[in-house]
Nanobody, 122 residues
Framework: QVQLVESGGGSVQTGGTLRLSCAAS?????MAWFRQAPGKEREGVAS????????YYADPVKGRFTIAQDNAKNTVYLQMNSLRPEDTAMYYC??????????????????WGQGTQVTVST
């Protein structure tokens, strides 16, 4: 059983930056960030294969967000730049013991963090 602990959320103005962190209690192969805004479905934001370093991004965040890893710390980061009001959501870290299937489908991940709120104001 892997536990995930997120941190780094907060409130910023449009154009601001935030860095989210997700610390895993054990080794995982695939880690991802999802987000869910009120009244909307949970959507994949970015993922990383921690063994190969392969990354994937949702179109709305390409060029603004970067997912990165620190294997020594079993931690994955989401650097979020040029934030927009539409980025406002609860952000969740997710992980799986293997990488398979579509990276942006929530049902493909076994482990989830508790979420951290990101609010972007105009």
């Amino acid at each position: 059983q892997v536990q995930l602990v997120e941190s780094g959320g907060g409130s910023v103005q449009t154009g601001g930056t935030l860095r989210l962190s997700c610390a895993a209690s054990g080794d995982t192969y695939c880690m991802a960030w999802f987000r869910q805004a009120p009244g909307k479905e949970r959507e994949g934001v970015a993922s990383i294969n921690t063994q190969l370093g392969t990354t994937y991004y949702a179109d709305p965040v390409k060029g603004r967000f970067t997912i990165a890893q620190d294997n020594a710390k079993n931690t994955v980061y989401l650097q979020m730049n040029s934030l927009r009001p539409e980025d406002t959501a609860m952000y969740y870290c997710a992980a799986e013991d293997y990488c398979g299937g579509s990276w942006n489908l929530a049902e493909n991940y076994l482990y989830w963090g508790q979420g951290t709120q990101v609010t972007v104001s105009t």
